[in-house]
């Protein structure tokens, strides 16, 4: 089954203790992204990769870093978390090829607290 | 910078009726792709249907059509005969090639029985 997973799918931490969601897409896609959703502000990208190795920020992405050493997986990765980094979040992916290269295929999303 | 604007917070139609949902954008560019997506209450992020910019005919899926209007920027959601499974947080998005991805805060709709 074509799909976009993420882990975990929730976790409660600690301010400033290092941690990491993983995405992963089995569709060979080459572009994938990360969005937080937030109440009244709907989703906002934080970073996004058009290929192996290559990353670019969106507009939130003071806090996050990210990597894209395989195609498949594009881990968000938050080095000292902070309270107003609760959010949920989500990772996407869409082909760079073919006739729907822009229709974006969403994770189930990862609730995230930071307490 | 582009932007996009959904003017209605909250919306809510009877069921088998019909309910449009706003969406208004704010770009220089001439390419580029439109999107409604639906967030039910299990969040995932599902797409409703897409607009291509470059292309007049409005899209349709079913009972979701959208109106473009690209001189206003204006690319609103019309849903006929509401279902309840219809019910959710819909989203409108901008997106620009390989660009980034811009959503509008969303609209929750609620259908009555």
């Known amino acids: 089954e074509a799909q976009v997973t993420q882990n975990p799918r929730y976790l409660i931490t600690v301010t400033g203790k290092k941690l990491t969601v993983t995405c992963s897409q089995n569709?060979?896609?080459?572009?994938m992204s990360w969005y937080r959703q937030d109440p009244g502000l709907g989703l906002r990208q934080i970073y996004y990769?058009?290929?192996?190795?290559?990353?670019d920020k969106g507009d939130v992405p003071e806090g996050y870093k990210v990597s894209r050493k395989e195609k498949r997986n594009f881990p968000l990765i938050l080095e000292s978390p902070s309270p107003n980094q609760t959010s949920l979040y989500f990772c996407a992916s869409n082909p760079g090829q073919g006739r729907f290269t822009d229709t974006q295929y969403f994770g189930p999303g990862t609730r995230l607290t930071v307490l | 910078a582009q932007t996009v604007t959904q003017s209605q917070p909250e919306m809510s139609v009877q069921e088998a009726e019909t309910v449009t949902l706003s969406c208004t954008y704010d770009t220089s560019e001439s390419d580029y792709y439109l999107f409604w997506y639906k967030q039910p209450p299990s969040r995932q992020m599902i797409l409703v249907i897409r607009?291509?910019?470059?292309?007049?005919q409005n899209a349709t899926e079913n009972r979701f059509s959208v109106n473009f209007q690209k001189a206003a920027k204006s690319f609103s959601l019309k849903i006929s005969d509401s279902q309840l499974g219809d019910a959710a947080m819909y989203f409108c998005?901008?997106?620009?090639?390989?660009?980034?991805?811009?959503f509008g805060p969303g609209t929750s709709l609620s259908v009555i029985p």
């Open positions: 990769s058009m290929n192996v190795e290559v990353t």
């Open positions: 998005a901008y997106r620009r090639g390989y660009d980034k991805v811009i």
């Open positions: 569709m060979n896609h080459e572009y």
């Open positions: 607009q291509e910019a470059y292309k007049q």
